[in-house]
Each structure stands twice: as structure tokens, then as C-alpha cells.
């Protein structure tokens, strides 16, 4: 392990998936993803116990590990950060935190330039139906900052040329070039979080907190008046 070749445990919690993947001697040594509703709880620990137990690994073996930080499921990513929390008490290792729609546009950046597109638009559910989304060039470099739009409201922004990717890509076009990012994977965290890395962009994990953009709104039903 190295600060040139470094050993990278990867999270995403923030949205349906739930994966770790495993980066060392300059390649992904292993990935688990499940794309399962509600099993970030039970299954994050023990993904990554799983991965660091057949490499041989202990956490503090690690050079860093890199957290997907949102926007996203508040649920989801609120149980990414306290496991991070856990695993970089003392920031050993240390955390990288990734801002999730940009780890998406710089994982297909390359695509985007391949095709010919200016932009890339990344775009994700929001729970009150609402898409978070943010625009970048074919380098996956932000030309604004995420924002939370409607459906109309986000229609008049998108181009016919944008290469538009994200988990809520297909809402709004159906283009299978798009298809290896329109479902959220912990391997998209490793180009942004190795540039982070390398430029020693670390947080502190006592103070991490996800990047939210809206408060979280709980659902419930009215309650009915009692009748006589």
C-alpha cells in the first residue's frame, strides 16, 4: 500500500444500491452490489467485512475509504455515514467523501467524449418525486451546483445533445449507449475518489454529514377523527 498505488474501500449507499468495492495495485480487486430495497441496514457492515476478509485486509490497513455523499436516500446514505464513522474513528483510515451525481458524470466522461456530447446531465430521483440534478462538461466537470427540480422544470433545461445518465435517466430518454450508468454502483466512486485522494481531500469522519440538499420529509397517513 501507497499513497501512488493506494488501497481504496468504496461505499454507495445512496440510493437502491448497496455495494462496496474493493481498489488496490491499481485495479478493482473486488465488487459487491445488490440492488435490493432496504437492506443497507443489514448488509453494509457485513459487505464490507466480506471484502476486507478475503483480501486480508484489516480497516486500518486501508489508505482511505471513500463514501458515496449524496444527494440521494436519506435513509440510504445516513446509514453509509455512520458506518464510515465506525470505520475512520480517530480518521484511520481516512475519509474521502465523493459527491455522488459528480462521481457519476466523471465515471462517464469518457463515454460522453466519445459520443460526441457537450454535456453531461446526471439525474436522480428525489423522494418527493422531485429529481436532484446537476449538468457537467464531457470532462465530468460541474457547471453549476446540484439542484432540485420538478419534472417540467428539468424537461426545458435537457438538450437533445446531452448524454444523460443516473438512475432516473430513462424517465426522461431511453438511450442503452447510457445503460452501464443508469443504476447507481460503488466501482462510478473510484475516478473522483482517486483524484481526491491524490489531492489529499480528506474530511474529518467525526464531522461527516451527508450532502442533503432538501430536509427529509417522513410520510404518513392522517389520522381519521374518532366518531361517537
Not at 470505520?87 to 466519445?114: G, K, W
Not at 449507449?177 to 481526491?196: F, G, I, Y
Request: net charge negative; hydrophobic share 45%.
Amino acid at each position: 500500500m501507497s499513497a501512488q498505488n493506494p488501497t481504496i474501500l468504496c461505499l454507495e449507499t445512496s440510493g437502491l444500491n448497496c455495494g462496496v468495492t474493493l481498489y488496490a495495485d491499481g485495479r478493482v480487486q473486488s465488487s459487491l452490489n445488490y440492488w435490493i430495497p432496504q437492506v443497507h441496514d443489514a448488509l453494509l457492515g457485513e459487505l464490507c467485512q466480506q471484502l476486507l476478509h478475503t483480501h486480508a485486509l484489516r480497516a486500518d490497513q486501508l489508505d482511505a475509504v471513500a463514501i458515496s455523499a449524496g444527494p440521494g436516500s436519506f435513509t440510504g446514505l445516513r446509514i453509509g455515514a455512520s458506518l464510515v464513522k465506525g470505520l475512520c474513528f480517530d480518521n484511520t483510515p481516512p475519509l474521502i467523501a465523493v459527491p455522488t451525481l459528480e462521481a457519476i458524470a466523471r465515471s462517464a466522461a469518457s463515454r460522453a467524449r466519445e459520443l460526441a456530447a457537450q454535456r453531461i446531465a446526471v439525474l436522480v430521483a428525489a423522494q418527493t418525486g422531485k429529481y436532484y440534478a446537476q449538468f457537467f462538461d464531457s470532462e465530468g466537470l460541474a457547471q453549476a451546483a446540484p439542484t432540485l427540480k420538478d419534472e417540467p422544470s428539468l424537461r426545458s433545461l435537457l438538450l437533445d445533445s446531452d448524454f444523460i445518465v443516473g438512475p432516473a435517466a430513462t424517465q426522461f430518454r431511453h438511450d442503452s449507449r447510457a445503460e452501464a450508468w443508469q443504476r447507481l454502483h460503488s466501482e462510478h466512486l473510484l475516478t473522483l475518489a482517486l483524484e481526491l485522494f491524490h489531492n489529499e481531500r480528506f474530511v474529518s469522519a467525526a464531522d461527516f454529514r451527508p450532502f442533503y440538499i432538501q430536509d427529509f420529509t417522513p410520510t404518513s397517513t392522517p389520522l381519521k377523527p374518532l366518531i361517537d
